[in-house]
C-alpha cells in the first residue's frame, strides 16, 4: 500500500475538475427547487424555531427533517453577506444575481462532503493488482463514476438540490461500515436521517444489518445467528447514539408540542400514487397498463366511455385519481408491496449476513424496491440505488452489467427534468459522457463484454426514445394535441429497465446465496 | 492516411479491440466535454447585452445577417439609407458575409423579425440568443473540433492517451471559448479554417492545405498573420524539392489553387473593379490609428511612457509600425525559408503572429487567438512554456471580459485549464534546462553558474501570482479616481511583458536544433 499511497495523485485535479466545471452552470435553467431552498433559507434565518413548521406565506413550507432545517440556518449565516434580501420570508420569487450565485456556489461547497466520502469508498474497494494503467485501477473507476455522475449533477447543479451533500452522509456510512466502524456508520446514517426522511428507504437494511452483524458478535461455522453472543452493551450503544440524534432533533419541537405539525409537514399522504412525472416504477406499468385497458375496453364496446372517471393522470399538479379498470392503489397497499419487495434481501443478511458488501446489496434492494413500489415516488429518488451501487460494479462483473441498465436507464429517465431548449445540449453531451465512460472502463477493468444483446437493443432503444421525445414530438404536431406523450413514453420505456434490474439484482442475491451454501 | 490509421488501431495491449475502442471512447469524451464546456460558458451573458445605442459584437454579427438577408450583395459593402456603415458595417471579408447570409436564413425561417431590415435593430431575445449561440457552436463542430482531433490524433507525438490529453488541453482552450461563447465571434471559423491548413501540409497534402488557408484568410482578413509561414514553408519546400523539376510543379500546383480559391470566394464582387476595392477597402480600414483601447502590444504599452499618437503623424505611425513588424517577423520567415519542416514551419506560426500582434497597426485585444493557436498546436512538445502563454494570453483579455460580464466563466476556465494541463501534460515536470531549451541563454549571456530552469519556473510563478493577483484586484476594489484606467493599462503591460519574453524564447526556439528524439524518449 505504500507505494500506491503516491499514486492517488489523479484524485485531487478530478475532484477540482469536477467542481470548476460546476460553477459553469451558474447561470443555467434552475427549477421552483431553488425558490424552495431561498425560501427555506429566509424562514431559518428570520423567524424563531417555533415558527419554522408553521410557517406558510409561501407555498413551498418546510418539509425536510430539522437537522436540515438547521442546515439551511448555518447557510444562511453566510448568505446575508451576500444579499440580505433573499433571507426575508415575504420577498417570494426573489431570485437576485447574488442569490443565485450563493445558493449555487453553495451547493458546489458542500459538495466536499460528497467528495471527501467518495475517497472514503474509494480506499475500500480492493486493488486486485499493482497496475500502472489507470484504467485498470477499480478505484480510479468509482471515483469517476460516483464524481462525474450525470444524475446527481443535473438534479443538483442544473435542476438545484442539495443531494451531492446528502450522498455524501450515505456513501461516508457506507465506507465506515465496509472498514467495519458501525458505530462511526451508524451515526452518520441516523444524522442523514434528520437531513432528509427520504433515506428511510434504505433505514430497514441498516437495522438488521446493525442488530444482526454488530449486536451479534459471533456466527455459528456455517454462518447462521449464534444467539448466545448477543451483546446487549453493543445494542444499548447503538440506541444511544440513535435517540441521542433524534433527541437534538426532534426534541425542541417536540418540547414545544409541535411533532404533529412537523411530522405532517415530512409525510404529506395527500399527494397522488404518482408526480406529475411518472418516476419508471411499477406504477407507470400499472397506470399504462390500466389506459390501454380502458381504450381496448372502449374500443371493444365492454365498457361505456361515460362511465369512466375522467383523469388525465400527468396533468399538471396531480392530486388522486381513479384508475378506470384496474383496481386504485391506496398507500396502505404500497407500504405493504414495498415491505414485501424488502423482505427478503432483509430476510437473507439476517440468516447469512456477508460483511459489508452483502449489507450494501441489501441496502440497494431496499432502496431499489421502495422505488419501484413506494407511493409518490421522485424520479430523482433512483439516485438512491445508482450511486451505491457503482461501488460494487467495479468489483463484481454480474453488478457491472446491472449497473450499466440501471444507471443508463435510470440517468435517462431524469431527462423530463430539464426541459428547455438551453439546456438540451448539456443533458444529452453530460449523459454521453457519462454512458460512455461506463461502458468503456467497466469492461476494460472486468476485461468482458458485460451486457447480453437483448438489453443492448433495449439500451439502444433508448436513443430512440430519446430522439422521438426531445426532437420529433416537438416539431410535429402533436405537441400541442398530446403534450405529456414524451412524458409518458420515457417513463414507461425506463421503467421496462429500472424493473428488469430489479429483478435481475434480486437474482445475484439470490445466486450469490448459493454459490455461499456451496462454499 | 495511412498513418492516421497506423495510429488509430495499433495498440500494445492483449485486448486490442479494448485498446483502440478505448482511444475512440476516450476522443468522443474529450469532445463531449469540449462542447459540455462551450455550451455551459454560452450560457453567460454576451458584448453589449442590453446596452443600446450600439450593443456589441453579438449585435454587430445579428445586423450583418439583417443586411446580407435583406441588400442585395452589390450593396453590401456600400454605405447607403439602408446600410449605415457607421452602424456595425460589415467590414470582414465575402466569407463572412456569405456565412451571415446563410445563417440568416435560418434566422428568417425561424422567426422573421429577427432580420426584419431597419427594424430588427438591437433585438434581443432568449431564443435568439440561444439560435446565436448555436450558430457558432454549429461552425466551431463542423470546422474546428474535426481539425483538432485530427491534428491530435496524427500529427502529435507520443502514446495514445498522450494524444488524448493534448487534445483535451486545446479543446479546453479558455481564450478562444470566452470570446466565442461568451463575447460572441465566429474565430473558431477562420482558425478552423487555418487548422485545416496546417493540418494538409504536416500530411504532405499542400494543395489541399493552400485552399483550407485561403479560406481562412477569405473569413477574416486577420488570418494574414499566418500568411508568411504558410508561405515560407510551401516556397521552401519547392525550393527544396529543386525549382526546376517537381519543386516548380508543386508550385504551380499551390499556386492555381490559392488562385482559384480567391476567385471563387470573391465572384460576385470581381465583375465590378469598384466593388472589389471598396470591400478591400472596408477591410482594411487604415484610419482607425494605430491601436485602439487597452491591448497588450508594443505600441499601447511604449504609450504609457511616450504619447506615440501625438508625436508621430498618421502615415508615420503606419509605416513606423510596418516596418517593425517586417523586421520582428523577418527572422523566424527565413529561417523556415532555408529550413522547411514541419517543427520549425509551426513555431514560425507562432513567431510570425505573435509578431504581428506586438507591433503591426490595429491590434485588437481579440487577436491574441491568432498566436494561441499555434501555441495550442505546439503544447504537447512545449507544455511549460505553451501553457505559460496561453494563460497570459487569456489574461490579457481580462478587461473585455470583465466589460461582458464574463467573470465566473473566465475565472472557472482558466483555473481549469491550468490544473489539466499541470495533471494531464505534466506542464510543470518538464522544466530541465534541455526541455526548456533556455541553455542557449548561458551561451548567449555567458551566466555559467545559475540554475537557469528553476529560474525560469520561479519566473512563471511569479507571472502567475501577478496575473491572479491583477484579476482580483480588477474585480474588487476600484481605481483611483485620477487614474480610471489603472487596472486595464496594468493587466495589458504585464501581457505584454510576457508575451516579449515569449517572443524572444520562441525565436531562440526557431533557431535552435529542433527536440532531439532522445531526450524526448527520455521524458517519456
Redesign the interface.
Known amino acids: 500500500m505504500a507505494a500506491a499511497a503516491g499514486t492517488w495523485s489523479w484524485f485531487v485535479p478530478l475532484a477540482a475538475g469536477v467542481s470548476l466545471f460546476k460553477c459553469l452552470f451558474i447561470n443555467s435553467y434552475h427549477s421552483t427547487d431553488f425558490e424552495v431552498h431561498r425560501n427555506w433559507l429566509a424562514i431559518t434565518h428570520s423567524l424563531p424555531v417555533s415558527r419554522w413548521y408553521h410557517e406558510n406565506r409561501s407555498e413551498w413550507t418546510l418539509d425536510y427533517p430539522p437537522l436540515f432545517a438547521w442546515f439551511q440556518f448555518s447557510l444562511s449565516q453566510v448568505a446575508q453577506h451576500f444579499d440580505r434580501n433573499l433571507l426575508q420570508v415575504q420577498n417570494l420569487n426573489y431570485c437576485s444575481r447574488s442569490t443565485v450565485l450563493f445558493q449555487r456556489l453553495s451547493v458546489v461547497f458542500t459538495d466536499l462532503v460528497f467528495i471527501y466520502a467518495v475517497r472514503q469508498c474509494c480506499r475500500c474497494v480492493e486493488e486486485q493488482r499493482s497496475c500502472r494503467d489507470i484504467w485498470t485501477r477499480p478505484s480510479f473507476v468509482l471515483a469517476v463514476l460516483l464524481l462525474w455522475n450525470f444524475g446527481l449533477f443535473i438534479v443538483d447543479h442544473i435542476h438545484f438540490q442539495y443531494n451531492g451533500f446528502l450522498f455524501g452522509f450515505l456513501l461516508l456510512s457506507v465506507a465506515k461500515h465496509l472498514q467495519s466502524c458501525h458505530l462511526q456508520g451508524a451515526l452518520l446514517f441516523t444524522v442523514l436521517l434528520n437531513l432528509k426522511h427520504i433515506f428511510l428507504y434504505v433505514a430497514p437494511a441498516y437495522g438488521v444489518y446493525l442488530l444482526r452483524s454488530y449486536c451479534f458478535t459471533q456466527d455459528n461455522t456455517d454462518g447462521s445467528i449464534r444467539w448466545r453472543s448477543f451483546s446487549p452493551v453493543r445494542l444499548l450503544v447503538l440506541g444511544s447514539i440513535v435517540t441521542s440524534v433524534f433527541t437534538l432533533s426532534f426534541g425542541p419541537f417536540v418540547v414545544m408540542g409541535q411533532l404533529p405539525q412537523v411530522l405532517t409537514r415530512l409525510f404529506p399522504f395527500k399527494r397522488g400514487l404518482c408526480h406529475a412525472y411518472w418516476a419508471p416504477n411499477i406504477w407507470a406499468l400499472y397506470n399504462i397498463l390500466d389506459k390501454v385497458l380502458a381504450h381496448l375496453g372502449v374500443s371493444l364496446q365492454l365498457l361505456q366511455e361515460a362511465e369512466l372517471p375522467a383523469a388525465s393522470m400527468t396533468g399538471g399538479l396531480v392530486q388522486e385519481f381513479q384508475h378506470s379498470v384496474l383496481p386504485s392503489i391506496s398507500p396502505s397497499v404500497t407500504l405493504v408491496c414495498t415491505l414485501l419487495s424488502i423482505l427478503p434481501a432483509a430476510a437473507s443478511i439476517w440468516w447469512r449476513p456477508r460483511g459489508g458488501r452483502g449489507f450494501l446489496r441489501c441496502l440497494l434492494l431496499c432502496a431499489l424496491g421502495s422505488f419501484m413500489f413506494g407511493w409518490h415516488v421522485h424520479e430523482k429518488a433512483i439516485l438512491l440505488a445508482i450511486l451505491p451501487l457503482s461501488i460494487l460494479a467495479v468489483e463484481n462483473r454480474e453488478d457491472a452489467g446491472i449497473f450499466l441498465l440501471l444507471s443508463t436507464t435510470g440517468h435517462y429517465s431524469l431527462f423530463p427534468l430539464l426541459f428547455t431548449p438551453a439546456e438540451l445540449l448539456i443533458k444529452v453531451c453530460l449523459m454521453l459522457m457519462f454512458t460512455i465512460f461506463s461502458f468503456t472502463a467497466l469492461r476494460k477493468l472486468h476485461s468482458a463484454s458485460l451486457l447480453c444483446p437483448l438489453e443492448v437493443v433495449y439500451l439502444l432503444g433508448l436513443l430512440v426514445v430519446g430522439v422521438v421525445c426531445e426532437v420529433v414530438i416537438p416539431l410535429s404536431p402533436w405537441k400541442q394535441r398530446l403534450p405529456f406523450l414524451p412524458l409518458l413514453v420515457t417513463s414507461v420505456y425506463c421503467s421496462l429497465g429500472v424493473s428488469y434490474s430489479f429483478l435481475r439484482l434480486y437474482g445475484s442475491l439470490l445466486s450469490s446465496q448459493r454459490k455461499h451454501k456451496q462454499l | 492516411m495511412s498513418r492516421f490509421f497506423a495510429v488509430c488501431f495499433c495498440h500494445k495491449s492483449s485486448?486490442p479491440a479494448?485498446g483502440v475502442?478505448?482511444t475512440w471512447?476516450?476522443v468522443?469524451?474529450s469532445v463531449?466535454?469540449g462542447?459540455?464546456?462551450r455550451?455551459?460558458?454560452s450560457?453567460?451573458s454576451y458584448s453589449g447585452a442590453g446596452e443600446p445605442p450600439m450593443f456589441g459584437d453579438y449585435e454587430a454579427q445579428r445586423h450583418w445577417q439583417e443586411v446580407t438577408y435583406n441588400l442585395p450583395l452589390q450593396e453590401w459593402y456600400f454605405n447607403s439609407t439602408d446600410n449605415d456603415l457607421n452602424y456595425w458595417g460589415l467590414d470582414y471579408p465575402p466569407l463572412t458575409a456569405y456565412h451571415s447570409w446563410l445563417c440568416a436564413h435560418i434566422a428568417k425561417i425561424i422567426n422573421p423579425e429577427w432580420v426584419e431590415l431597419h427594424k430588427s435593430r438591437g433585438y434581443e431575445s432568449?431564443e435568439h440568443k440561444?439560435f446565436m449561440r448555436t450558430t457558432v457552436?454549429v461552425a466551431d463542430v463542423l470546422i474546428y473540433i474535426p481539425a483538432v482531433v485530427l491534428y491530435c490524433l496524427c500529427l502529435t507525438d507520443g502514446s495514445s492517451k498522450k494524444k488524448v490529453s493534448s487534445l483535451l488541453c486545446i479543446l479546453l482552450y479558455p481564450g478562444l471559448i470566452l470570446i466565442d461563447y461568451g463575447h460572441f465571434q465566429y474565430n473558431c471559423v477562420s482558425l478552423g479554417f487555418a487548422l485545416w491548413g496546417v493540418l494538409a501540409l504536416g500530411l504532405g497534402w499542400d494543395v489541399f492545405g493552400s485552399m483550407a488557408f485561403s479560406l481562412a484568410l477569405n473569413y477574416k482578413q486577420m488570418e494574414l498573420y499566418h500568411a508568411l509561414p504558410f508561405f515560407c514553408y510551401l516556397l521552401g519546400k519547392c525550393v527544396k524539392t529543386g525549382l526546376m523539376g517537381r519543386g516548380l510543379f508543386l508550385l504551380v500546383r499551390v499556386a492555381t489553387a490559392v488562385l482559384v480559391t480567391f476567385a471563387l470566394c470573391w465572384w460576385p464582387f470581381l465583375s465590378d473593379p469598384s466593388q472589389a476595392s471598396q470591400v478591400v477597402r472596408r477591410i482594411f480600414p487604415v484610419a482607425r490609428g494605430l491601436f485602439e483601447d487597452k491591448v497588450a502590444n508594443a505600441w499601447c504599452s511604449l504609450n504609457t511612457l511616450i504619447k506615440i499618437r501625438s508625436i508621430l503623424s498618421a502615415d508615420s505611425q503606419l509605416y513606423l509600425s510596418f516596418a517593425f513588424t517586417l523586421l520582428a517577423a523577418l527572422p523566424s520567415s527565413v529561417k523556415l525559408l532555408t529550413q522547411p519542416t514541419f517543427w520549425h514551419f509551426k513555431l514560425a506560426l507562432v513567431n510570425s503572429s505573435l509578431a504581428f500582434f506586438l507591433f503591426s497597426y490595429q491590434v485588437h485585444e481579440k487577436s491574441i487567438l491568432l498566436v494561441s493557436l499555434p501555441v495550442c498546436l505546439l503544447l504537447n512538445d512545449l507544455p511549460f512554456m505553451g501553457l505559460w502563454f496561453l494563460q497570459a494570453s487569456t489574461f490579457s483579455m481580462l478587461p473585455l471580459l470583465l466589460k461582458d460580464g464574463l467573470l465566473?466563466?473566465y475565472a472557472?476556465?482558466s483555473?481549469?485549464f491550468l490544473?489539466?494541463c499541470i495533471?494531464l501534460l505534466s506542464a510543470l515536470d518538464h522544466g530541465s534546462e534541455d526541455e526548456l531549451r533556455v541553455g542557449v541563454y548561458r551561451k548567449l549571456f555567458c551566466l555559467p553558474k545559475l540554475d537557469l530552469a528553476g529560474w525560469v519556473k520561479w519566473k512563471f510563478y511569479i507571472s502567475v501570482a501577478v496575473m491572479a493577483g491583477l484579476s482580483v484586484l480588477s474585480v474588487v476594489s476600484n481605481p483611483p479616481p485620477h487614474l480610471p484606467d489603472l487596472f486595464p493599462v496594468l493587466v495589458s503591460a504585464t501581457a505584454f511583458l510576457q508575451f516579449l519574453g515569449i517572443f524572444i524564447h520562441f525565436n531562440v526556439l526557431q533557431f535552435s536544433k529542433p527536440i532531439s528524439k532522445k531526450s524526448q524518449k527520455k521524458t517519456n
Open positions: 485486448f479494448v475502442m478505448q471512447s476516450l468522443s469524451i463531449l466535454l462542447v459540455a464546456v455550451w455551459g460558458v450560457l453567460n432568449p440561444l457552436l465566473i466563466p472557472v476556465t483555473l481549469a490544473l489539466l495533471y
